[in-house]
Each structure stands twice: as structure tokens, then as C-alpha cells.
């Protein structure tokens, strides 16, 4: 086993390889990604360098928001396989040195779930406070006003019981009522259930949704206009409220080290929570500190339109000054985003710059998630309105088109018909673009993006400082982010040109030019010099 995975704290500086199976890799011939395909194509996932690989959800569910809606929480839905397949993809990863992390969807459920089938009966069944109910305004109208981020009120009408149940997110999406005993109890059985069958992770999706306010106060108001740091789409009203009440709570933390607890008896496992709040650096740290909370989180602030290596730096600084003796988890991309590719780099973005992306998130203080297709240098699939799947992006289109540009297939061999993907027409279309940039092209090409991340982690399991040493950043041109990691070995100045000019900073101190990373930069008379997206990478220890 390669030294820097074994021990207690594999996850810390770990790389995490994002997989969304309904586009990952289709064995059953019917469009659609499942677990066995995954199986397959794990080799894939082993030679790029990756600690651990996370799977988005792949429970028992109606689909109606792709598997974040959930029916069952202990089985598989059909569409991607069995227990059994998913054994056989827990025995396959083991052999090959790769953690299992699986996303969970504590703060909500689907509509269809049995446990809200019986809430909604009537109320005063066994469950009739496993949901949050409330009674409506004496004009009718919902309880407060709060909202879902999907858009319009938080709360639906439920004509059996007479009471409104909220939902954070679309109205078939019950929220579990977490001042409950008897919820937490069986969500912690639920996490047991699969730390059981060998998970060595979970991902939390929405961590910090699953308590709310008893007294159901009103949210106040943003401010004089919605919040413009690009995180909700400005035609979105969630973006018109401080939402204080419906998430972000303070017993939140409790429930949280109750699962810590759960997971310090399994060793080697790990959590990494999303965190969506108004103030995401404090919570963040709040959420990761004492080590008795989550491992480690992440944030939206690099998964926004904001490209520039100021905010870089200014949102890395801003985590650093809060986060103690927490731990960051960063990405550039995932499944709710625009792919990083165009989001920062436009309509034709050039490939050198996905190199560089990749350089600097694998080199940033943290541990890392790539998303599958960052290494290929994927951009946004434009989906036209009629081929549409997510519900997101119909609610708000044209001016937000969802995510369903970042969900499409996997592309794997440029000469298919659907990239190798499927045999038949997949569930998101497969763009020529993607096949262009298709796996096996990147594999015969020397200089691709796809081998250029493989150089890249190669180069960075070899140096401790770039996994887990301290980062102090260093002032540099414009669109040059600098810094320098450092441990107990080795000290290494980082510098990424985030432009597509050459640029050049001074730098007074001694500095040796490492090789093997892949960029061909190096210093000269006090000057480091880089390229159009070009990076630089030296020991300051010579």
C-alpha cells in the first residue's frame, strides 16, 4: 500500500474522485450508468492517483431529483444494480487500493418514502413528527416565509393532514424533522447499515440543513437587493433572504458529533459535509473543529462565476484565518455546477488552462475533489430545453439552465456513436465535444490533460509538503496566485499563471526548479517566469 494512504488519516490531503452513476458508464445496455459499469471502469479511477472515489446517490428512489430523493436508504435502486453489485464494486475497489465514500441525504427524503407515506396518514401515527408540520396562518398561508431553493415557498399544503410540511428543495422532498430522537436514532442506523458493508466515507449532502428553527420565525431580508455572490442565480427569490431560521442552526452540531462518534468506531473512515450557508467560513469552521464534528468540508466559493487569483487567494486566506484546527476540502467542479472549464475559462477555453486548474486544486492546503471529467478538461454541455431533465434548470430557463450541462455521459472512445458510454441513446446526450476529448484520445496523447493530472499527482505523492504542509501565500503579478507549502521536510513554492499572457514576478529567495510536474518553467536572476497558463514549482530548502 502506498505509505501516503495507510493510517487513521488516509482522507487528510487525500484526492477524492467524484463519480455520478447515472453518467459514469453504462454495462446493462439502457442509457443510463450503474454500479457494475463503475466496477469496470475503477482500473480508470486507480491509474489516475486518486485516494478515494465518491459516489453520488445510487438508493432506492423515484427519480425525481436523480437519486438526492430517496425511498430507501439501505437498497440499491434497479436502475444501477444490487447490493450484490455494489459488494462486488466495495471488493474490486480493496484490491485496488481505493476508499469507498457514499453520498448521504439525511435532510430529506421522497415523498414516496414509507416513513412519509405514514407521517402525512394522519397525526397522530408513530411518525407523525418524523416530518416538519405546521399549521398554516390564520388567511392560509404558509406557516412563515421561508423558501426553497428550487424556488417559490418551502412549504406545501398537504390536504390529509390539513398542515403544511417543508421541503428545502422541490415539494416532493420532505424535510426529516431532526428535533425528533427517534430521526436521529434511525439515520445514525442508517450510516451504521453501510459502515457495515465497508464504506470507508460519506459524503453529507446539505450538512448544515438538518435542523430548523422550532419557533418557525421569519428569515430577514438580504439586504436591499438579492446577494450577488453567485451561489443561487440571481433570478432565484432564496437569493432575498438571510436564511438564519431554516438552516445553520445551532443543534445541528450536536447530531453531528453523535455521527463523528459513530464514525470513530469504524477505523479509517471519514466525513466531508456541504456546506451551503450565508457566512460558509465560519461554518465551515464551526463544522470541522475539535475533531469531534465532520472530518473536513467544503464550500460554494470556488464553484462560482468568480475567476480571478485575488479571490482565490482571498477565499483560501478567509478559510486559513477561521479554520483552527479544522480541515478544508476543496473542488473546482461537481455534479450542481457549471463545469469549471467554461465557468472560468468561457466558450473556448484552451487546454493548457485546465492543466494548470488542476495544478493548483491538487496543490492548495486540503484535501481534494475532482469531479469525473475534470481530468479530461470536460466543459458545459449546452442541453436544449426540450431534452431537459433536471427540474432546477425548467423551473428557471432560459437564464438558468439547470445542471444538466455537468451531468452528461462520460465520454470514453471518441469513434462511438455515444462515447463509449452506452450502445444506446444515454439519458443526457453525449456532445462532440466530449468525444473529442474522450479517454482514449487523451491516453494515446502524451501532452493531454488527462496524462498531464496523472504527471501532476505522480509528482505530487512525492512531496509531503503539497499534501498535507502548511500554505502561506506570496504576493505576485496580477493573475499569478503564489504560495509556499511547507512541512518538516521540504519547503515548495507553488506559482500558477492564471492568464494567457506570460507573466513574471520577482523573488529574491534561492529557489531550485523541481522537475516531473509537467511545466517547463523555471527561475532566473531573481524572476520567476511563467508562461500563458503556466505554473512553477521549486524547493526553497536548496
Known amino acids: 500500500m502506498n505509505s501516503q494512504r495507510a493510517g487513521s488519516e488516509w482522507w487528510r490531503g487525500g484526492i477524492i474522485y467524484q463519480i455520478y452513476p447515472r453518467s459514469f458508464s453504462d454495462s446493462n445496455k439502457d442509457g443510463i450508468g450503474d454500479l457494475n459499469g463503475i466496477t469496470k471502469r475503477l482500473d480508470y479511477v486507480a491509474k489516475l492517483g486518486a485516494d478515494c472515489i465518491w459516489l453520488s446517490p445510487f438508493f432506492k428512489s423515484p427519480m425525481k431529483d436523480f437519486g438526492y430523493d430517496i425511498i430507501d436508504y439501505r437498497d440499491v435502486d434497479p436502475m444501477f444494480g444490487t447490493l450484490e453489485d455494489f459488494d462486488a464494486l466495495m471488493r ?187 457566512d460558509p467560513f465560519a461554518t465551515i469552521a464551526e463544522y470541522t473543529s475539535e475533531n469531534n464534528r465532520l472530518h473536513m468540508a467544503y464550500l460554494f466559493n470556488l464553484l462560482t462565476a468568480e ?104 465520454p470514453w472512445t471518441a469513434s462511438e456513436e455515444f462515447g463509449g458510454f452506452s450502445v444506446v441513446e444515454p439519458w443526457l446526450p453525449v456532445p462532440n465535444e466530449h468525444r473529442q476529448r474522450a479517454v482514449d484520445i487523451q491516453e494515446a496523447g502524451p501532452d493531454s490533460v488527462l496524462n498531464a493530472g496523472r504527471r501532476f499527482l505522480a509528482f505530487r505523492r512525492q512531496h509531503s509538503a503539497l499534501r498535507a504542509g502548511s500554505i502561506r501565500f506570496v504576493d505576485a503579478s496580477d493573475n499569478v496566485l503564489a504560495f509556499i507549502r511547507e512541512d518538516e521536510n521540504e519547503c515548495v513554492l507553488a506559482a500558477f499563471n492564471l492568464s494567457e499572457k506570460p507573466v513574471s514576478f520577482p523573488f529574491d529567495s534561492p529557489v531550485a526548479p523541481f522537475k516531473g510536474h509537467g511545466f517547463s518553467e523555471t527561475s532566473a536572476a531573481g524572476r520567476i517566469e511563467l508562461r500563458a497558463y503556466g505554473a512553477f514549482f521549486g524547493n526553497l530548502a536548496a
Not at 436514532?185 to 453529507?204: P, S
Request: proline share 7%; glycine share 6%; net charge negative.
Open 307 to 410: 475567476f480571478s487569483a485575488k479571490h482565490i487567494r482571498n477565499t483560501v486566506e478567509n478559510v486559513e484565518a477561521r479554520i483552527g484546527d479544522g480541515w478544508p476540502c476543496w473542488s473546482f467542479s461537481n455534479h450542481d455546477v457549471m463545469r469549471v472549464m467554461t465557468r472560468w475559462g468561457g466558450t473556448n477555453p484552451p487546454e493548457d488552462l485546465a492543466k494548470v486548474l488542476l495544478a493548483l486544486l491538487l496543490s492548495m492546503r486540503g484535501s481534494v475533489c475532482i469531479y469525473q471529467g475534470e481530468e479530461l478538461g470536460l466543459t458545459e454541455a449546452d442541453i436544449p430545453f426540450e431534452k431537459l431533465q433536471d427540474p432546477y434548470g425548467i423551473i428557471f430557463w432560459p437564464d438558468f439552465k439547470g445542471r444538466d450541462g455537468c451531468r452528461t455521459p462520460m
Open 92 to 278: 474490486r475497489a480493496k484490491e485496488l487500493d481505493l476508499k469507498v465514500m457514499i453520498d448521504q441525504v439525511f435532510s430529506h427524503t421522497s415523498d414516496q418514502h414509507p416513513w412519509f407515506k405514514e407521517s402525512r396518514s394522519s397525526r397522530d401515527n408513530p411518525k407523525a413528527d418524523w416530518f416538519v408540520w405546521a399549521e398554516s396562518k390564520p388567511d392560509g398561508s404558509p406557516p412563515n416565509n421561508w423558501l426553497s431553493v428550487f424556488g417559490g415557498s418551502s412549504w406545501q399544503w398537504d390536504t390529509g393532514r390539513c398542515q403544511y410540511y417543508m421541503h428545502n428543495f422541490l415539494s416532493s422532498q420532505p424535510d426529516l424533522n431532526f428535533h425528533n430522537e427517534e430521526v436521529q436514532a434511525q439515520i445514525l442506523e442508517v450510516a451504521k447499515f453501510w459502515l457495515d458493508r465497508g464504506v470507508q466515507g460519506f459524503r453529507l449532502d446539505t450538512a448544515n440543513f438538518y435542523f430548523h428553527d422550532k419557533e418557525l420565525r421569519d428569515n430577514p431580508p438580504w439586504g436591499d437587493s438579492p446577494r450577488t455572490d453567485g451561489t443561487v442565480p440571481l433570478n432565484n427569490p432564496y437569493a432575498r433572504q438571510r436564511h438564519i431560521y431554516d438552516k445553520t442552526r445551532p443543534e445541528n452540531i450536536a447530531f453531528l458529533k453523535r455521527l463523528r462518534a459513530l464514525l470513530d468506531q469504524y477505523p479509517d473512515t471519514t466525513s466531508v459535509g456541504e456546506i451551503g450557508s450565508d
